[in-house]
């Protein structure tokens, strides 16, 4: 069942220097933190929170100002070519999904972040909380860890 308010909410976002605006249209799927090896890169981060959207839900009005990386796991990572902000995330593993920055977000996706993956792994500099957020790890980041 969907909310019908859901259905009509519009999250609209920005990189740093407002070259790349995009929108979103409803709920996203999942709202997740990782702390993969690869997202702390990417961000400068210790955890990444991601919301991850169908991608016909996901809506750009000019992409000239987008760059794109597409990494030795043949993820897509695109960022503002402009200001360097990463924004979104596109990998075989999800296909048909777009995952956002929420950092980039104006308005509130709707859902707070409820899991944290690739959560064993951390760097001795920031382990990862124990928040009540439930924590996955294993060789793809999604097996349980218990607390
Ligand atoms: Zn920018
Ligand atoms: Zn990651």
Not at 13 to 20: I, P, T, Y
Not at 78 to 99: D, T
Not at 116 to 125: I, T
Request: net charge negative; proline share 8%.
């Amino acid at each position: 069942m969907t909310d019908p308010e859901s259905v009509d909410r519009i999250v609209r976002g920005h990189c740093s220097c407002e070259a790349v605006t995009f929108r979103v249209r409803g709920e996203p799927r999942f709202v997740a933190v990782c702390h993969c090896d690869n997202c702390r890169r990417a961000h400068g981060a210790g955890g990444v929170e991601w919301a991850g959207y169908r991608e016909e839900q996901f809506e750009m009005d000019d992409e000239s100002s987008l760059s794109h990386w597409r990494t030795p796991t043949e993820a897509t990572r695109s960022f503002c070519s402009r200001c360097g902000s990463p924004l979104f995330f596109r990998a075989p593993r999800w296909a048909g999904e777009v995952h956002i920055a929420v950092a980039a977000m104006i308005d509130d996706p709707g859902k707070a972040p409820a899991v944290r993956v690739y959560a064993d792994r951390p760097p001795a500099w920031l382990p990862v909380p124990k928040d009540g957020l439930k924590r996955f790890g294993g060789h793809d980041g999604m097996q349980p860890m218990g607390e």
